[in-house]
């Protein structure tokens, strides 16, 4: 009877993770530089054959190892061809993988309860759902150093008997992704948890290490050949982006970031369900703490903890702290950490539920009102009721504005009927008695069908240069000549260079480098706060510059030129 009840819960759980991402992967398009940088990369392999190091925006070699690349290539080649929802579809695919696979992790060695609120709370904590609807490979390294853990557990759990085959094969596709971290953290975690556990020291090293190197077997094959077609330049990036990231000795800043920022990008990945933890705190009782002997007690407690609470909490601690040691710092560097910490919220969210139920009775009235304001400000949006007036004209206000307008002209059925659902889902938490932790998930799952299948592509697209690139591809096909793209502070970068990033990939990644190629003739894609600091200086060099076209958004133009 459990078995089946495990089975159906499985079942229900995928059905629900699949109706949460996969239906609104393709609505947004592409309007930051992280997304199209990574789907380019897959673009490149398909349309060069080459799947080792492929070259993209004007010569630029990937800054990441190519496994998320070929994930989402095989993806699109279905399709024919790279797209915002095929680029995305591997990091939902992860997301579900690895929701999936905590769940029947927990349900073996917990309840069957427990582990589907802790599943359910982590795949609604807002870092998780954000980069499982995201081309970037931050979802898929989570995915397989999360599983990888999971599995070397098992490995430590059944007596630490033969070889973890699959874990290592796993943390070797996250070297594959982002480099040896994914090695290195399954393997100090789990080494961690048996030094714990009293394991001899020596043993635990060396296991540890003999798995670690299995594991970088198929990143060094990958690197080897890497090497072969990028030579120095090669070996300079991946030593700047692994060794010199982690010891803060990067030629240029990235993501610079104070001690502190991963405890707020911790606290703010785990909206909304911080919030329930934080007016959890007004119905505690506290009790003065007891310094005296404060180790011992630790100690102590730590033998006591059940091994998949130690588990746990020791990814939670070890993770965090990692990732505090680089000046580089991400929020999605710490999503390995989110499985573990909703499991240890799914257990509190059980005992409020028995000991402290107005807790959850609070914060679900909270979501209610909130769904129901989505709603009640949409409408009045909609009813323009709202000035354009009152976005001034600041630097944003134009964009605020597009913005405001998009959101009047929504009158999709559907992205309406999501509008509705929050408040549909509000007024039945308030009408009913039986008010709990599942009506609290269907009310926190509505709020994101909303701004998932309506608000945010609504908003977001008005970002796009999607219909920037089909304007430029008009009046400078192809076939006219060659597009190259100047950018100032991407020539001025010591690293991480920038570059027309979304434009470039809807135009198939066929704007070249002006400032390293120097070309004899062809098109100039530039902003014009750029062509205003610079057009004297590509004169002085020889170009005949003629004003060719106007792109409205972002300021950009296009200049035909030679250089006789």
Known sequence: MKSMLANRTFLVLLVICCITLLP???????????????????????????????RNNGGEMAYKPPFFHWCVAAVSAIGGEVTEATSRIPSAIALIVMTLWGFCFFRKRTTTRTAMLAALIAFTSFELHRAGANCRVDMVLTMLTVCALYLLYR????????????????MGLGTLTKGPVGSIIPCMVIGCVMLLRGVNFFKTFFLMLAWGVLSLIPYAIWFFFAWQQGGQEFLDLMYEENIGRMTNTMGYNSCVEPWYYNFITVFAGYVPWMLMLLISLCFIQYRRPVMQGWWQRLVQWVRQLKDVDLFALTAIITIFVFYCIPQSKRSVYLMPIYPFIGYFIARYVQWLENQQKPVVRIYGSILSVLGMLLLVVFLIVKGRLVPESIFGTG??????????????????????????????????????????????????????YAL???????????KSVKEVAADLDRHVPASMGTLYEYIEEGV?????????????FYLGNRIESFHLQKPQEG??????????????????????MELYHELGKRQMQVYKFKRP
Do not use: C
Not at 527 to 533: G, I, L, P, Q, V
């Open 395 to 448: 630097k944003h206000a134009a964009d605020n504005i597009l913005m405001l307008q998009a959101l009047q002209q929504l009158s999709h059925p559907v992205q309406l009927a999501l509008l509705v659902l929050p408040t549909v889902l509000g007024i039945y938490w308030f009408a009913t008695h039986n008010k709990n932790i599942w009506t609290v998930l269907a009310l926190t799952f509505s709020i994101y």
């Open 155 to 170: 490995w430590y759990e059944n007596g630490m008997r033969g070889i973890p085959l699959l874990a290592i094969l796993l």
């Open 523 to 544: 098109f100039l894609l530039i902003t014009k706060t750029d062509a205003e600091r610079n057009m004297q200086a590509f004169q002085a060099e020889g170009y005949e």
């Open 492 to 504: 001025k970068a010591k690293g991480d260079p920038v570059h027309f990033f979304e434009v470039n």
């Open 452 to 462: 998932d299948g309506a608000i945010i592509p609504t908003v977001l697209n008005t």
């Open 24 to 54: 609104f992967l393709g609505l947004p398009e592409y309007h930051t530089k992280g997304e199209p940088r990574e789907a380019i990369v897959s673009y490149s392999m398909l349309a060069t054959d080459n799947w080792t190091l492929p």
